[in-house]
């Protein structure tokens, strides 16, 4: 079953990416920001992650997998972005997720 600590993360995670997103395409006014607010309703088989009024993203409550959605209640397979335990590797900032690029250890090449 969903790990609600994680979940919670993630919507935390969620809001405060969607907030740096307005910020940084300089649309950062109060009405914007109320479109930003994430909520959760968890059901039987997916939670469901609302921005503002929208649906925007489902988490499968038995393996924590993040999908978007097709329509609201149904998954998109095709759109997976991870799961709960990866989602410092994406970039939440905008209206769809993206993966940050890899980091290298450039400590590790000096001799």
């Known amino acids: 079953m969903i790990d609600p600590v994680k979940l919670a993360a993630f919507a935390a995670l969620l809001e405060r990416d969607q907030l740096t997103?307005?910020?940084e395409r300089q649309v950062n006014c109060?009405?914007?920001w109320a479109h930003c607010k994430v909520t959760t309703k968890t059901g039987g088989k997916y939670t469901k992650?609302?921005?503002g009024d929208s649906g925007r993203y489902m988490v499968v409550n038995e393996t924590g997998e993040i999908f978007g959605v097709k329509a609201?209640?149904?998954i998109h397979r095709g759109h997976a972005f991870g799961t709960l335990d990866t989602i410092?590797?994406?970039d939440w900032s905008d209206y769809r997720a993206y993966r940050?690029?890899?980091t290298t250890n450039l400590h590790a090449f000096n001799v």
């Open 49 to 51: 992650v609302d921005i």
């Open 30 to 32: 109060e009405a914007n």
């Open 21 to 23: 997103g307005l910020v």
């Open 88 to 90: 410092h590797d994406w």
């Open 100 to 102: 940050k690029p890899a």
């Open 72 to 74: 609201y209640g149904v």
